[in-house]
């Protein structure tokens, strides 16, 4: 089976930096990706890290350790529009390539 | 990236009755998957959709519950059967699998059992 384990819950004040951790332990893993949901609808695609090091996307950026089972999501210049629920999620190929998710991580941004 | 179009988008449903989601693809995809998402709680994993073959379902789900078709690379169906209250949630399709690219989800379908 897969554990990934992610904070509940983050708030931070508009304009700020914010680090959404996330560990996992796999036995085929084959990615790591970020996902943004707002409230009521469905997941998006943020970003993808199958190599270690840093991905960046804009105010977005990911980081992957594989050796360490770590992940994290780090949102700059945080807006208020930036409040919503953030899945850590693992593919793993000895499972068919099959995604599974963490828990999410709700962050507020506060004016 | 592939778009998916799900429905319906809500039902309320008496208990002991059945539900049947339907996703459309835009695109022939290899993998269907369909998920559940219970108030405030991340995506649980229901089972790989299969084209020509039987369903792969997740432990904690069995296909008398959660019967799904797949006949062919852009539809498949999941059927929540004899529903109770508890299968109130939304009802999630995805695609995807392959590369760096993202799974896509349809929009969702939130279920009401009462």
């Known amino acids: 089976g897969q554990n990934i384990d992610q904070p509940t819950e983050m708030t931070a004040t508009e304009g700020a930096i914010v680090q959404i951790n996330c560990t996992y332990q796999t036995s085929g893993f084959n990615g790591l990706f970020w996902y943004q949901q707002h409230a009521g609808e469905a997941p998006t695609f943020l970003s993808y890290?199958?190599?270690?090091g840093l991905e960046e996307k804009g105010r977005f950026s990911s980081f992957l350790s594989r050796s360490k089972g770590y992940s994290y999501l780090l949102l700059k210049e945080l807006q208020m529009k930036d409040s919503a629920s953030y899945l850590c999620?693992?593919?793993?190929?000895?499972?068919?390539?099959?995604?599974?998710f963490g828990g999410g991580t709700r962050v507020l941004v506060k004016p | 990236s592939a778009v998916i179009s799900q429905k319906p988008s809500r039902d309320i449903c008496q208990r002991g009755t059945s539900l049947t989601i339907q996703c459309q693809v835009d695109s022939q995809v290899t993998m269907m998957f369909w998920y559940r998402q219970q108030p405030g709680q991340s995506l649980t994993l229901i089972a790989t959709?299969?084209?020509?073959?039987?369903?792969?379902?997740e432990s904690g789900f069995v296909i008398d519950k959660f019967p799904i078709s797949r006949p062919n690379l852009t539809f498949s169906t999941l059927t929540v059967s004899n529903m109770s209250p508890e299968d109130s949630s939304i009802y999630l399709c995805?695609?995807?699998?392959?590369?760096?690219?993202?799974?896509?989800f349809g929009s969702g379908t939130r279920l009401t059992v009462v």
């Open positions: 890290n199958v190599l270690d």
């Open positions: 995805s695609v995807g699998g392959g590369g760096n690219y993202g799974y896509t």
């Open positions: 999620a693992v593919r793993d190929q000895a499972a068919g390539n099959k995604l599974t």
């Open positions: 959709a299969n084209q020509g073959s039987e369903a792969t379902y």
